[in-house]
C-alpha cells in the first residue's frame, strides 16, 4: 500500500521492510541463480502439497549440498519455500508467480540480465546525466539504442521481450480505439523498432501502409521481419537518428504513432521532436501516443514496478528520461501548440492513449 501518512505503518512493519530493503539483492541473487540452476522452475511445477528432498534438489540443480544449503534456506526464510518437518520442502504461492507468472518472468529477466549490474552506476549515472552503466556491454555507445541488436544474447532477449510483453498487448486493444477516429491510410510509426506494430497494422486494415521511423539498426531488423511476411509493398523503413541536427521526417501519413517512444527522451528531447512532427503534419492528421505514465496507474505494485523501471533509462538506456507522469506530459504537448483531442486511460495493461491534432 502507497502510504498517506507517517503512521500507516507500524514500527516493526516499517523495520522489517528496512530490513528486507538492506538484503533484498542477496534474495534476488538467490532467485536467479535457483532459476538458472532449475530449481525455480522445478518448484514452479509442484502443486503445494508435493515435496522434495535437499538431496534432490541437488541432483536437479547439479548444485552440492553447501549450494543448495544456502540457496534453499535463504528460501525459506524469504517466504519462498516452506520446510516440512520432515525437513523437505515445498513450494509457496510466491515461488509459483515467481516461476511462472508471464509478467513477474518479463520484470525479473529484465531486472536480472539486461539492468543488475549496470545499476550499481546509478548514483554516478544521476549526477552525470549519462548511462554510466551501459559500460557493463559497451563502451562505445552513448545510448542503448543503436547497440540494442548486438547486446549479449540474454540481455537483448530480455529488452525485447520486456519492451514487447508491454507494448504488444496494447496494439490489439488500441487500433480499433485509433481506427474510430476515422479510416487512416498512412501511418508513420516513429520508433517503430523491429515492426512490431507495423504487422498489426497490416492485418487490422487491409489498405493501410505504414513507414517504420527508427535508428538504421532497428530498421534493418524491421525489413527481415516485413520480408518475413512478405509486406514490402504495405511497409517501408525511413531510417533517422531523430536527434540529429540535420534529422527530417517524412512529408505524408495522415497518422503520427508513437508507442513507448518518447519515454526514450528527455523533456527538451521530446519538445524538439514533438515540434517536428507539428511541423511536418498536415492540418488534418493526427498524433497518437500511446504510454505508460507513473501516476496513471490502477494498483500500488504496478506504480511501484513503472518508477522502479525509469531507473533503466537513468543507469543503461540514455541517462535523461523516464516514465513521465501525465500532467507534465500534457503541458508539454499544449505547450507546443497541440490540442489533446482524447485522453484514455488504462488501455490495455498499464497504458496511456494520447489523441493529438493539430
Ligand atoms: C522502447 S522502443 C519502442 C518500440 C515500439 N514502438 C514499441 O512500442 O514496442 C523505442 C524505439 O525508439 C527507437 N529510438 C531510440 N532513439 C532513437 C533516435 N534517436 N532516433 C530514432 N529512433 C530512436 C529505438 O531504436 C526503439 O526502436
Same mark, same amino acid.
Given at each position: 500500500m502507497t502510504q498517506k501518512n507517517y503512521n500507516d505503518i507500524s514500527a516493526v512493519d516499517a523495520l522489517k521492510t528496512a530490513q528486507y530493503l538492506a538484503v533484498s539483492p542477496f534474495i534476488f541473487q538467490a532467485v536467479a541463480a535457483m532459476k538458472k540452476k532449475g530449481l525455480l522452475s522445478h518448484f514452479g511445477k509442484m502443486s503445494k502439497n508435493e515435496s522434495v528432498t535437499k538431496l534432490e534438489l541437488c541432483e536437479i540443480s547439479g548444485l552440492n549440498d553447501y549450494a543448495v544449503s544456502v540457496l534453499i534456506d535463504l528460501a525459506v526464510a524469504a517466504d519462498l519455500v516452506i520446510r516440512n518437518d520432515d525437513n523437505s520442502f515445498s513450494p509457496t504461492k510466491i515461488i509459483h508467480y515467481l516461476a511462472n507468472d508471464r509478467m513477474t518472468n518479463v520484470n525479473f529477466d529484465f531486472s536480472s540480465e539486461l539492468c543488475y549490474e549496470g545499476l550499481g552506476y546509478l548514483t554516478e549515472s544521476l549526477q552525470t546525466g549519462t548511462p554510466k552503466g551501459l559500460k557493463v556491454f559497451t !563502451?562505445? @555507445? !552513448?545510448? =542503448?539504442y543503436p547497440y540494442l541488436s548486438s547486446l549479449p544474447e540474454n540481455a537483448r532477449k530480455a529488452w525485447f521481450s520486456f519492451d514487447h510483453y508491454y507494448s504488444d498487448n496494447v496494439f490489439s486493444v488500441m487500433l480499433p480505439l485509433v481506427f474510430k477516429e476515422k479510416h487512416f491510410s498512412h501511418i508513420n510509426d516513429i520508433g517503430g523498432n523491429t515492426g512490431k506494430f507495423a504487422l498489426a497494422v497490416a492485418e487490422y486494415s487491409k489498405d493501410t501502409k505504414v513507414t517504420i521511423i527508427d535508428l538504421p539498426q532497428q530498421c534493418e531488423l524491421a525489413k527481415d521481419n516485413i520480408r518475413k511476411h512478405g509486406l514490402e509493398d504495405r511497409i517501408d523503413t525511413y531510417p533517422v $537518428? =531523430?536527434? %540529429? %541536427?540535420s534529422a527530417k521526417l517524412p512529408n505524408q501519413g495522415d497518422l503520427w504513432w508513437m508507442s513507448q &517512444?518518447? +519515454? @526514450? &527522451?528527455s523533456m527538451d528531447q521530446i519538445e524538439e521532436i514533438l515540434t517536428m512532427v507539428y511541423n511536418a503534419m498536415s492540418e488534418d492528421s493526427m498524433v497518437a501516443i500511446s504510454e505508460v505514465f507513473g +501516476?496513471?496507474? !490502477? $494498483?500500488d505494485i504496478a506504480s511501484l514496478v513503472i518508477e522502479a523501471n525509469s531507473l533503466y533509462f537513468s543507469s543503461m538506456a540514455n541517462g535523461v528520461s523516464r516514465f513521465y507522469h501525465s500532467d507534465e506530459f500534457v503541458n508539454l504537448v499544449e505547450k507546443i501548440? &497541440?490540442?489533446?483531442?482524447r485522453m484514455m486511460d488504462h488501455v490495455g495493461l498499464a497504458h496511456t492513449l494520447l489523441l493529438l491534432t493539430k
Amino acid at each position: 500500500m502507497t502510504q498517506k501518512n507517517y503512521n500507516d505503518i507500524s514500527a516493526v512493519d516499517a523495520l522489517k521492510t528496512a530490513q528486507y530493503l538492506a538484503v533484498s539483492p542477496f534474495i534476488f541473487q538467490a532467485v536467479a541463480a535457483m532459476k538458472k540452476k532449475g530449481l525455480l522452475s522445478h518448484f514452479g511445477k509442484m502443486s503445494k502439497n508435493e515435496s522434495v528432498t535437499k538431496l534432490e534438489l541437488c541432483e536437479i540443480s547439479g548444485l552440492n549440498d553447501y549450494a543448495v544449503s544456502v540457496l534453499i534456506d535463504l528460501a525459506v526464510a524469504a517466504d519462498l519455500v516452506i520446510r516440512n518437518d520432515d525437513n523437505s520442502f515445498s513450494p509457496t504461492k510466491i515461488i509459483h508467480y515467481l516461476a511462472n507468472d508471464r509478467m513477474t518472468n518479463v520484470n525479473f529477466d529484465f531486472s536480472s540480465e539486461l539492468c543488475y549490474e549496470g545499476l550499481g552506476y546509478l548514483t554516478e549515472s544521476l549526477q552525470t546525466g549519462t548511462p554510466k552503466g551501459l559500460k557493463v556491454f559497451t !563502451s562505445s @555507445c !552513448s545510448t =542503448i539504442y543503436p547497440y540494442l541488436s548486438s547486446l549479449p544474447e540474454n540481455a537483448r532477449k530480455a529488452w525485447f521481450s520486456f519492451d514487447h510483453y508491454y507494448s504488444d498487448n496494447v496494439f490489439s486493444v488500441m487500433l480499433p480505439l485509433v481506427f474510430k477516429e476515422k479510416h487512416f491510410s498512412h501511418i508513420n510509426d516513429i520508433g517503430g523498432n523491429t515492426g512490431k506494430f507495423a504487422l498489426a497494422v497490416a492485418e487490422y486494415s487491409k489498405d493501410t501502409k505504414v513507414t517504420i521511423i527508427d535508428l538504421p539498426q532497428q530498421c534493418e531488423l524491421a525489413k527481415d521481419n516485413i520480408r518475413k511476411h512478405g509486406l514490402e509493398d504495405r511497409i517501408d523503413t525511413y531510417p533517422v $537518428n =531523430i536527434l %540529429e %541536427e540535420s534529422a527530417k521526417l517524412p512529408n505524408q501519413g495522415d497518422l503520427w504513432w508513437m508507442s513507448q &517512444f518518447l +519515454d @526514450c &527522451f528527455s523533456m527538451d528531447q521530446i519538445e524538439e521532436i514533438l515540434t517536428m512532427v507539428y511541423n511536418a503534419m498536415s492540418e488534418d492528421s493526427m498524433v497518437a501516443i500511446s504510454e505508460v505514465f507513473g +501516476d496513471k496507474q !490502477s $494498483n500500488d505494485i504496478a506504480s511501484l514496478v513503472i518508477e522502479a523501471n525509469s531507473l533503466y533509462f537513468s543507469s543503461m538506456a540514455n541517462g535523461v528520461s523516464r516514465f513521465y507522469h501525465s500532467d507534465e506530459f500534457v503541458n508539454l504537448v499544449e505547450k507546443i501548440g &497541440f490540442k489533446v483531442h482524447r485522453m484514455m486511460d488504462h488501455v490495455g495493461l498499464a497504458h496511456t492513449l494520447l489523441l493529438l491534432t493539430k
